[in-house]
């Protein structure tokens, strides 16, 4: 799954850090989603989207695996 969270944050002028202390996980987690190595839960890409204020499909797009 290809995904905007490194775009996002960028725009919000966020570090991974910043990012996942907000959202309550590890910077590692927030650096697997932004390279691809991991797909966020359902909860936790709701939680990202609200975050952001985006719906989840314009933050998460299918991409070939």
Same mark, same amino acid.
């Given at each position: 799954? #290809? #995904?905007?969270? &490194?775009?996002? &944050?960028?725009?919000? @002028?966020?570090?991974?850090? /910043?990012?996942? =202390?907000?959202?309550e996980?590890?910077r590692? $987690?927030? #650096?697997?989603? =932004? $390279? @691809? %190595?991991? /797909?966020?839960?359902?909860?936790?890409?709701? %939680?990202?989207?609200?975050?952001? @204020?985006?719906?989840? =499909?314009?933050?998460?797009?299918?991409g070939? =695996?």
């Open positions: 799954m #290809n #995904n905007h969270v &490194r775009e996002l &944050r960028g725009e919000q @002028g966020w570090s991974q850090a /910043d990012l996942a =202390e907000r959202l996980v590890s590692q $987690t927030i #650096n697997a989603i =932004e $390279t @691809g %190595k991991y /797909d966020p839960s359902l909860p936790l890409a709701f %939680k990202i989207a609200s975050l952001f @204020g985006h719906p989840i =499909e314009s933050i998460f797009v299918p070939e =695996e």
